[in-house]
């Protein structure tokens, strides 16, 4: 998803400009100097002893910042993290990524890095869920499980000398259907203790991977995976299974129905305002533009227009105001 | 663009069979969709048009010449089309040149009409200034800046909002020349005549996913089509141009049902387009 100039008219500039000014105010406050641009100067404690780490440079005894971003700082570490950059893996993150490549005893993931992600064969669940060691037969199968093109969720497990490595070694991970893949910058999703979100009233599961893939998609129960791969693992010596002898009249009854894709494709375009505003993405703030736009009875695809984007950040204006007001 | 996975395919074609698509809208709704006048101050004439993530830029440029023997009495009109290379990766070098090829042929189809000249969008006769001898020759140039499905509408778009915004600069030419010499001619700085665009066209793409078709398909939806048939419609209804694309052929009747569904959808989208072009012109004379 490129990103996307919202085309204002004159008093919906007025409104966002407003609204986005008191967001900067209410943030000044807190992180008055969290937010460098090139040559800024950044005030560091010098009898301490600092060390300038990425981003930073000396000059005339004052550090000063050569990115822009965010002061970060580690102990004595002063650094600069750019916020318009390419995802960063630590390890223990979520990440959604896509396969690009089927190699020996392992795929090739793009998860928005600047190299591939890999995930072996023996860093996952099998599909019947029997915890043992994998055999040739399984090398043979691997595409019955991922093949390209496939979106994958799964955990950053560290760098090894070959790569990133991604393990997938929980139920909640592996193979995602029945939805939409959105991209959006990473440095939009924080870490959470939580980015699995079932959205039990809608009936929808969303995924905010640290790494700027976002998935949503129908609800997926733990036990439909277990019958589901029971269902595949039966084809499991097939190599290349028949995926085109399904009917379209079979096709068309396996659609998701109709009220659930509603409330997908609201979230979807919940995630996509936020991106276009710039704001941080998390559940409450989705759900409460879901919300906002359920109770505005709105058109889904009206979602995506200027109004309710200007009048999304004018609420969240409101609700962080509120919300410093509570402390 | 990158591939999609089964689930996401299967996903996006329930979408257009249950019309409601990945992002909500019907099968026949537009992307939201913005108009810029004078991008370019170097033309005579220039436009950008962002439908969605799709972002294009059209200018027009008139220069004096001499018209074609066969039709001495019309000006000529060129037409090409560039796709940026940050518009995607495929595109650097000359990856995109087969893709801007199509989308010039396909847009001269839609907009100048035949060898004759006739069913022209453009009113050929009003770019002559002596017949046989001196005329104008407009040249259209796209750019593709960010590609996101639906590249020709948008070029169309584009190329009728440059249109509106082009100004040719008004021609006097010399009394008393001898009717074999080459006439004289003085080129005004001051004054400029505004092109009629009331017949240019809109165009209209209509992508067929499994058993239904529609209108301004994403990248992702156009991954999935087996045909699109784009179609040329202007104010008053007539069809200007029509060419097609894709593998899979099509059945007559199809067809002509697209060509009504084309027409219908047309007026709101060049009722649409015209109060976004008056607009932009507006905004740019403030």
Known sequence: MREIQLPLSQTQKVRLQ?????????????????????????????????????????????????????????????????????????????????????????????????????????????????????????????????????????????????????????????????????????????????????????????????????????????????????????????????????????????????????????????????????????????????????????????????????????????????????? | MVGLSLGETHFIQGGIAQDLRCDGRKRLTYRPISVETGVIPQTNGSARVRMGATDVIASVKAELGKPSLLQPDKGKVSIYVDCSSTAEPAFEGRGGDELAAELSNALQRCLLGGKSGAGAGIDLSSLIVVEGKICWDLYIDGLVVSSDGNLLDALGAAIKAALSNTGIPRVQVAAGTSNDEHPEVDVSDEEFLQFDTSRVPVIVTLTKVGRHYIVDATSEEESQMSSAVSISVNRQGHICGITKRGGVGLDPSIILDMISVAKHVSEQLINKLDSEIASAEAEEES
């Open chain 1, 18 to 327: 407003k609204a986005l000014e008191q967001l900067e105010s209410l943030s000044t406050k807190v992180n008055s100097d969290a937010s460098v641009i090139i040559a800024d100067s950044i005030h560091v404690n010098h009898e301490d002893g600092v060390l300038k780490g990425h981003g930073t440079a000396d000059l005339n005894g004052e550090v000063v910042a050569t990115l822009c971003g965010v002061v970060e700082r580690v102990n004595k570490l002063v650094y600069v993290r750019a916020l318009r950059s390419r995802y960063k893996p630590e390890v223990g993150d979520i990440v959604i990524g896509r396969v690009v490549e089927v190699a020996q005893k392992r795929w090739r993931l793009e998860i928005n890095y600047n190299q591939d992600a890999v995930l072996l064969l023996s860093s996952m669940n099998m599909p019947d869920g029997v915890q043992r060691r994998r055999t040739a037969v399984d090398e043979l199968n691997m595409r019955c499980i991922f093949e390209e093109n496939d979106v994958v969720c799964a955990e950053v497990r560290g760098f090894q000398h070959d790569g990133l490595h991604l393990q997938a070694r929980s139920r909640k991970y592996g193979k995602l259907n029945r939805g939409q893949l959105l991209t959006v910058p990473p440095y939009l999703v924080k870490r959470q203790k939580q980015h699995f979100h079932h959205l039990e009233e809608f009936g929808i599961d969303l995924i905010l991977g640290c790494n700027g893939f976002i998935w949503v998609g129908e609800h997926v129960e733990a036990k439909d995976d277990m019958i589901e791969d029971q269902v595949s693992q039966s084809d499991s010596q097939v190599l290349f299974p028949n995926k085109n002898c399904v009917s379209l009249e079979e096709q068309e009854k396996n659609y998701t129905i109709l009220e659930t894709r509603k409330y997908i494709s609201r979230a979807a375009n919940a995630v996509r305002v936020l991106s276009t505003l710039g704001f941080n993405i998390t559940l409450e703030i989705i759900k409460g533009i879901i919300d906002l736009s359920l109770s505005m009875n709105l058109d889904i695809h009206d979602m995506l227009g200027s109004e309710f984007c200007v009048l999304v950040a004018e609420k969240e204006a409101e609700r962080r105001s509120s919300m410093k007001k509570r402390r």
